[in-house]
């Protein structure tokens, strides 16, 4: 798997848009960016994933270089709800690697009022 | 809804004592597995169960036995062997579909403390 890197903290306003950026330099054509959060206590929770598109759901939009070396999430109106750990992975699909699955330390996000 | 079901929430085992958790998901996958998390650490794997009864070591595995007799369900029991079992236990299953990335969903871990 390819090693990201991601800043290890980060604060946003309650309502704004949050930004999260990760590295992934040594991604291969077939790996795909996966992101996750983790809210104190609680299992990780999927949020989006994406492979060369830049992609959007009901929870977030994943922008993705057109050289696949960095991501980032976007949430587009953060709430207190939102504070978490979110963990960027990047890993090929269609094999049972998620077995020896790797969090990293992941971006503390903390969302206030 | 489809999802995973961990239970309980929280348990509480006396030293010697086995105890089972629960891990039951709606959501049609083959693949589940069990991790361990300690606080302020990453997931290591215990068990991971590729199809109904098959089931593979991970890479803590001493200490746990685990069950796959029905594709929803992957029991996971912690007994008196594990030195230090007090941890949050999480379960999780895969999406067999491309289109999905194969992505990997958890439950919502069970606390695991021994006294």
């Known amino acids: 798997d390819a090693k990201t890197t991601q800043p290890p903290s980060m604060d946003c306003a309650e309502g704004r848009a949050a930004n999260l950026p990760c590295n992934h330099s040594t991604i291969s054509g077939n790996e795909y960016v996966y992101w996750y959060r983790q809210i104190h206590s609680q299992g990780p929770q999927y949020i989006i994933h994406?492979?060369?598109n830049n992609e959007t759901n009901e929870m977030a939009s994943l922008i993705i270089t057109e050289d696949r070396k960095s991501s980032t999430l976007i949430l587009p109106h953060a709430t207190l709800r939102d504070t978490a750990v979110y963990y960027c992975i990047v890993r090929l699909p269609l094999t049972d690697s998620w077995g020896k699955l790797q969090f990293g330390a992941g971006t503390q996000v903390v969302v206030t009022p | 809804d489809g999802g995973i079901t961990q239970s309980p929430k929280y348990l509480f085992r006396k030293e010697g004592q086995n105890v089972t958790l629960s891990c039951e998901q709606n959501l049609n996958h083959d693949a589940m597995y069990w991790y361990r998390q300690d606080p302020g650490q990453g997931l290591r794997l215990i068990y991971y169960?590729?199809?109904?009864?098959?089931?593979q070591k991970g890479d803590i595995a001493e200490g746990y036995s685990v069950s796959r007799e029905k594709k929803e369900s992957f029991p996971l029991t912690v007994t008196s062997a594990q030195k230090n079992p007090t941890a949050f236990y999480l379960c999780a299953s895969r999406s067999a579909g491309l289109r999905d990335g194969n992505t990997i969903y958890f439950g919502e871990g069970s606390w695991l403390t021994v006294v």
């Open positions: 994406g492979l060369k």
């Open positions: 169960s590729q199809i109904v009864n098959d089931f």
